[in-house]
Every structure is written in structure tokens, then in C-alpha cells.
């Protein structure tokens, strides 16, 4: 990659600082899977890897293409834009099918759905 | 013009993000953006989305601005958090909300902000109860979490309203 040379200093090390925070910041995500304790805690980790992690690496690349004048810094900004739509929906997922099965299994510690009055009867 | 292109909108946009994408004019690109919009426009067609209008583009940037402060301060303290659960067990817990927003789109740019901002999760939202169940990393105060969700609220209801 010959025409990285070409970044001045200053963004070089403004690249390197935004990609390395973006790196810790997806390790301390994985690092919680490991940590925490339970299944609703680590749901929380990978939100710290899709959010922190995604947007610094994606503002390096913006701040490093920029600099360069090679390339529309459109991409990171649909990146960035499209896994913050589309984590909510795995997240929900993830945790509806965790508290459906606690629920089930009637664990202690989880809140019970709240049935509405006209299928309180019919139990 | 209505049934080739039943969202104009949505159609414009996928186009111009095809040509941004492939950062090219030629004809071919063209074409196949116009295409991919018109297609994705007859499938959102089929999806049958909620309109909802946006009011107050103003408080819109003010509120777009407290979220990514948030995001920030959040990023940060469950960071912190996951370092020091070794030591301090994370104090984690249940809540739950009520939320009187109508608006699906509201509550679907809610899921967004909560989800982006580590340390709550979005697990339920109970459509006749107007009920919202997360799950929050650090439980220091209850209050504070539901005052959160409020605010969050309080301006979506603003925008969508």
C-alpha cells in the first residue's frame, strides 16, 4: 500500500488512535462474554463491539480516506448506519427467546408476562 | 407513476446510494439502481409499512446529538464494567418502563438508541400493557434508568407527534 505513505502525520496518528480504541473496544466486548456471568449480562457485551467498536473503526477510515482524497467516505457512514439498525433486532431476538424459555422453566429472577384479564379467565 | 414507484422517496435514495456505492454515472449503474429502487419499492409495498411524519427537524439534531453523548458515556462505563467484574460483580437487573409512544416507527428509532447504547437491552415491548422490559448492566438506581427512557420518550414524542 504505497499511497498510505502520503498521510500526513497528524492523521496518521489520528487513524492509528481511532483504530486502535475501535480494537479495544470490540476486545472488551468479547472479554465480557467470558466475564460475565449470566446470559442477560452477556447480552450486553457484544452491544459494546457493534456500537464503540464499529463507529471508531469506521471514523478512522473516514478520517484516513478523506485525508487521502481517494474514495466517498459514504460507505462507513451506511456501515456505521445499517449495524445500528439491524443489532436491535438479533438483540430482541436473543433475548425473547431467553426469556421465553426462563419463563417456561419458571427460573426465579425473571419478571412474569403480565396477562391481559379476558385470558386470566380462560386459564 | 404511483405503481411504478409506490415510494418516490425510497426509491430516489436507494438510487443515489447505488451511485454513490459504485462512484460511477455510466448508464449501466443507473439503470440497475433504478431498477433495484423500483423492485425494493413494490417489496416495501408488500410490507406495509406505518407512515409516520416527522415534525420538528430542529429537535431532531439537538436530540441526535444527546444520543451519541450518551452513546459515548456508555461505551465508557460498561467498559469499565466488564474490566472490573472480576473484582466487582456487575449488579445487573430487570425494568420496566411504561411508554405511551403510538408511533411504530417511534418505537422502532427507540430500540435503535437503546440497543447502540451499551448497558440496556431492549427485550420486550408489551403492545397492550404499553409495557417496556430491559435488562440494565449496572442497577445503581432504578430511577435513573427509567428517567432515561423518559426523556428518550418525551423527545421521540416530540419528532413523531
Not at chain 2, 28 to 53: D, E, F
Amino acid at each position: 500500500m504505497s499511497h498510505l505513505t502520503d498521510l500526513p502525520t497528524w492523521a496518521a496518528v489520528g487513524v492509528c488512535s481511532l483504530l486502535l480504541l475501535g480494537a479495544a473496544m470490540t476486545l472488551i466486548g468479547s472479554l465480557g462474554l467470558l466475564r460475565l456471568s449470566n446470559y442477560y449480562e452477556r447480552l450486553h457485551a457484544p452491544t459494546i463491539a457493534t456500537s464503540g467498536g464499529t463507529i471508531l473503526i469506521c471514523l478512522a477510515s473516514m478520517l484516513c480516506f478523506a485525508v487521502l482524497q481517494s474514495r466517498w467516505i459514504f460507505h462507513e457512514l451506511l456501515i456505521i448506519f445499517f449495524v445500528t439498525v439491524t443489532t436491535p433486532v438479533t438483540l430482541a431476538l436473543l433475548g425473547q427467546a431467553a426469556l421465553y424459555r426462563d419463563r417456561f422453566e419458571e427460573r426465579n429472577g425473571v419478571p412474569r408476562k403480565h396477562k391481559p384479564e379476558s385470558e386470566k379467565s380462560t386459564d | 407513476m404511483r405503481t411504478w414507484f409506490p415510494y418516490p422517496l425510497l426509491t430516489t435514495v436507494l438510487l443515489v446510494m447505488w451511485l454513490l456505492l459504485n462512484q460511477s454515472l455510466a448508464p449501466g449503474s443507473i439503470l440497475i439502481g433504478l431498477v433495484l429502487g423500483m423492485v425494493l419499492g413494490w417489496v416495501t409495498l408488500k410490507l406495509h409499512p406505518a407512515r409516520s411524519h416527522l415534525h420538528r427537524i430542529g429537535r431532531a439534531a439537538g436530540f441526535l446529538l444527546e444520543v451519541i453523548a450518551d452513546i459515548v458515556r456508555s461505551n465508557i462505563a460498561v467498559a469499565s464494567i466488564i474490566l472490573r467484574a472480576h473484582r466487582f460483580p456487575a449488579n445487573a437487573g430487570f425494568l420496566t418502563v411504561d411508554l405511551d409512544l403510538e408511533d411504530e416507527n417511534a418505537l422502532a428509532l427507540l430500540a435503535c438508541i437503546m440497543t447502540a447504547t451499551p448497558g440496556t437491552a431492549w427485550l420486550e415491548y408489551d403492545r397492550r400493557q404499553k409495557t417496556l422490559l430491559f435488562h440494565v448492566l449496572d442497577l445503581q438506581n432504578e430511577e435513573v434508568w427509567r428517567g432515561t427512557v423518559k426523556r428518550y420518550e418525551a423527545a421521540l414524542k416530540e419528532i413523531f407527534q
